[in-house]
């Protein structure tokens, strides 16, 4: 079993960055896959980036490309999403999720991952 948790949310202005870290516990999570989800109200819960196991695969959502970056630390147990260029339409709370399979090819689905944080909330006015 792995417990995750999210940090670092906030608010933030229009163009600010933030840095999202997932803690998790229990056990090593260095064989799973991370990703990372939002949802903002009155929507679904949508995908925003993914990473293999080993870091090396990563994916995007087309509409954080270019700003967003994730990353992981096995070594600390931690994943993180590093979000640049903030916009409003980026206010959401954010979850982690770990997934058993190394890498999956269905990461950008919510039903793809097994363990899942409580959220943090990232807020950008404008």
């Known amino acids: 079993q792995v417990q995750l948790v999210e940090s670092g949310g906030g608010l933030v202005q229009t163009g600010a960055s933030l840095r999202l870290s997932c803690a998790a516990s229990g056990r090593s999570f260095s064989s799973n896959g991370v990703g990372w989800f939002r949802q903002a109200p009155g929507k679904e819960r949508e995908f925003v980036a993914y990473a293999s196991s080993s870091g090396c695969t990563t994916n995007y959502a087309d509409s954080v490309k270019g700003r967003v970056t994730i990353s992981r630390d096995n070594a600390k147990n931690t994943a993180y999403l590093q979000m640049n260029s903030l916009k409003p339409e980026d206010t959401a709370v954010y979850y982690c999720?770990?997934?058993?399979?190394?890498?999956?090819?269905?990461?950008?689905?919510?039903?793809?991952?097994?363990?899942w944080g409580q959220g943090t909330q990232v807020t950008v006015s404008s």
């Open positions: 999720a770990a997934s058993r399979a190394a890498y999956s090819s269905s990461f950008a689905y919510a039903s793809s991952y097994d363990y």
